[in-house]
């Protein structure tokens, strides 16, 4: 009978520890929220760093749409090889280092990416502080 009455509170001492899963469920929300945010700044600074570093190197990307008005009414200032010379610019050889390397002093961190990794861990932290898994 003892041991029966010493192990009761250490069976009832997991119940005192209510979790609140309407707010678990909420900060899950809004975790989820915060990291999907992140994902698209960090993608949309990678693609905008990516795209200078091209035009650095190889100029603007010739419009093929406009190529080919050109050359069905066959105005004088249709360049044929503009958009071939464009692409080799971009895929191959020393060029396409030099727009790598570029492109990877570019691509740097900005002051709302700081924001959103901020918010993330303090979401993070909160959730786990919470006691929410």
Known sequence: MKRLLLLLPLL??????????????AMQGALQRTNQQLQEHKKKLKDKA????????????????????KYLSGAEDYEPNVTISWMRCVGRGESAKLIQARYKTLNQPDAQLKALEARAAKVKADFAAEGCY
């Open 12 to 25: 009832l001492t997991p119940a005192a520890h209510a979790v609140d899963y309407v707010r678990c469920e």
């Open 50 to 69: 990516f795209y200078q570093a091209r035009v650095e190197y190889c100029g603007e990307k010739p419009d093929a749409v406009e190529q080919a008005k």
